[in-house]
């Protein structure tokens, strides 16, 4: 990775933190981190049927692959009964998208919400967003965190179960490494979500902090909050095989590697982000604060899993910094203009 990327570091043989930390991966005890992942659900799951509620763990659903593949694991594979829960981005999805975030809970008999706020704050959080922190997608990540919270205190459901692990690939210094069970909670929540940027920073013009109440932590809440890979290998191609032969999880139309797929959506494989129709667009937000996008962030985690060469890697990063074809799109719905998105973003 470029050591543009954010709190990224490189020791003295040159190795950076993120591989660091990943290194601990391969000598965990992975049927004992199982175990324990089923001690807590079985303690959950009994909590739930003592208070009659019938909701054993909420799970944050965006319909991409790692929440649709969380959502079956405790579903199919743990026998839990979850609330699915969507914080929608606010954006027209593409019909692929949006038939994995409305469908896929039917087709596991999960029950499943769906919440977004209205177009008129959502642009003006994409704006400030973009001028406090180069990021339009502050609204997304902030909801994503907070507006769970929300739901597991107003519905009493104490515990929730996320994918991911951030240790994957993120550098948040030393709190979130795989020798550690991480775990969401308040202080998690500003860090890893926030990241410094509080609702009082992006408060857009004509609203008050009330409006923004969905994206802030609730008080007074007890809650557990684990990652699914922090208890098996989190290892998305097999996660993918599995969501499509089992549910009918429906990737981007093009096969990997595909021209079409590379100029059209930004990466080279069809399964990444397929929940998010502006990800191209925070991908050229990304490459110009930090001179890079998808193609190095993918490209460098399949070297680090061994199933990509470096030189192959390096000629696919002559498809970086490529405007997106969706630019005018997302500045008609944004009402941001293109000279604007340039400005507030090229000013961090």
Partial sequence: MPETWVEITFDE???CNICRNYEKKQVINWDERKEILIGILDNFKKQAREKGNKYDCLVGYSGGKDTVYTLWAMKKKYGMRPLALTFDHGFKFTEDGEYNIQEIPKI???????????NGLRNGLCKKGSEVMGDFCWHCHNGVGAFPARISKALDIPLQVWGEPTGEYQT???EYTFDTLEEQNESHFKKAFQCGITPDMVLPENYEMLDLMP????????LKAIYLGNFEPW?????VEIIENKLGWRPY???????ELIKTWGNYVNWDKVDCPYETIRNWQKFIRRGFD???????????DGIMERHHAIELLKYEGLRP?????FCKETNITEAEFYRITKRL
């Fill in 13 to 15: 043989e040159g190795v």
């Fill in 108 to 118: 596991l008999d999960v029950d499943h919400i769906r919440f977004s706020i209205g």
């Fill in 172 to 174: 948040t210094g030393t």
């Fill in 215 to 222: 994206f802030q932590w609730p008080d007074g809440i007890s």
């Fill in 235 to 239: 290892e998305q191609r097999k996660h």
């Fill in 253 to 259: 139309p093009f096969e990997d590697y595909d021209d």
């Fill in 294 to 304: 998808k193609f190095s962030f993918q490209a460098s985690k399949d070297i680090r």
């Fill in 325 to 329: 074809f969706n630019m005018n799109e």
